[in-house]
């Protein structure tokens, strides 16, 4: 089958990794409620994430940490119900996998049970490996996350690009091989060189997705409320920004203002 029929069809992590192969770029976006995933789902991206950038944008909360398990799994559970095609991941919020293999796998079971999404996805590299084989041998699929890993912030201290070091870049390097031996699906590069990025994407034979990580990779991801413009304070380098809500969601809302003061609306025909 094409790459081209197979894209009718649900998007799996067979699907991901086909597209790949075949050299076809992955487009990935986050979503967190019903009806923006709708729109998402059938303008055809291939992948949604249930990201924990929720903790940010949904809830307002300075960092992803305070999201939790319970969160993530109201988020991901109507996200799914909106989707028909896209493969659908949901982050594992912190503190949920880092403790020890076991009660990964229970998280993991939990919102694979309460979301019914595909799979899940967890940040860091030799030190959750361990993890990450115990959710796969239950049959769960995993996506990885290297670089910039948002969860452990108060370790670094600054949302700077990662890896810029000769040895940091080994290490990344090496945690990604160490990824995919323990059998992730799929791995997002987030703010790192474009160049180390590109050579993990080479090196790998799983689907490399980058977020700030430059071109050379097999596929992009965005936060959809940075790259619609709902959130405007935020603006990395490697933002690209296709709307501005903010600005066309503010208008609407003064314009509604407006005509509700003027006694303007509702006028006869929006009457009973
Ligand atoms: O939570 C999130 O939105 C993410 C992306 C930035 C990759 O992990």
Known sequence: MSVAMSRQKKVTTHVLSEMKHNKE??????????????????AGIDVILVGDSASNVMAGYETTLPITLDHMIYHGASVVRAVERALVVVDMPFGTYQGNSK??????????KETAAD????EGGREVVESVERIISAGIPVMGHLGLTPQ?????????????????AQKLIEDAHLLQ????????????????????????T?????????????????VLHDMLGVTHEF???????????????????????????AVDFPSEREQY
């Open 25 to 42: 770029k992955i487009a990935m976006l986050t979503a967190y409620d019903f009806s923006l995933a709708k729109i998402v789902d059938s």
């Open 103 to 112: 009660e990964a796998l229970t998280s993991a079971i939990r919102i694979m």
């Open 119 to 122: 799979s899940v996805k967890l």
């Open 152 to 168: 452990s912030i108060h370790k670094f201290g600054t949302y700077t690009v990662r890896a810029k070091q000769e040895e940091e």
């Open 181 to 204: 031996e323990a059998g992730c699906y799929a791995i997002v590069l987030e703010k790192i060189p474009a160049e180390l990025a590109a050579k993990v994407a080479e090196q790998l």
């Open 206 to 222: 799983i689907p490399i997705i980058g977020i700030g990580a430059g071109s050379g990779v097999d596929g992009q991801v965005l």
């Open 235 to 261: 603006s990395p380098r490697f933002l690209r920004r296709y709307h501005n809500l903010f600005a066309e969601i503010s208008g609407a809302v003064g314009n509604y203002i407006e005509d509700v003061k």
